[in-house]
Nanobody, 123 residues
Framework: QVQLVESGGGLVQAGGSLRVSCVAS????????MGWFRQPPGKEREFVVA????????YSSDSMKGRFTISRDNAKNTVYLQMNSLKPEDTAVYYC????????????????WGQGTQVTVSS
């Protein structure tokens, strides 16, 4: 069992940057592929980015590639999402998720989810 807690969301102006974090409980954090998803208001949840167990490989949604970066610190049981050049359409609840699969970009492939953190980008 893995429990995930996101933090760092908030209100930011368009063009700005924000970093959100996700801390995982348990001792096996390094055995999970970690991902970030988001759910804009009135829309379905969508994949943002994922990172392999070691942190050596990342997978990004084409629409966010270059602006959003994922990283992890296995010693701190933490995964980060750095968001740059934010746009109003990036407004969403951002969720971190964990899976035992080696590669996963679909929400159904993830076994554990955090409660989400709200990111609002003003124009």
């Amino acid at each position: 069992q893995v429990q995930l807690v996101e933090s760092g969301g908030g209100l930011v102006q368009a063009g700005g940057s924000l970093r959100v974090s996700c801390v995982a409980s348990g001792r096996t954090f390094s055995s999970y592929t970690m991902g970030w998803f988001r759910q804009p208001p009135g829309k379905e949840r969508e994949f943002v980015v994922a990172i392999s167990r070691s942190g050596g490989t990342t997978y990004s949604s084409d629409s966010m590639k270059g602006r959003f970066t994922i990283s992890r610190d296995n010693a701190k049981n933490t995964v980060y999402l750095q968001m740059n050049s934010l746009k109003p359409e990036d407004t969403a609840v951002y969720y971190c998720a964990a899976t035992a699969r080696s590669i996963a970009t679909m929400s159904w492939e993830y076994d554990y989810w955090g409660q989400g953190t709200q990111v609002t980008v003003s124009s």
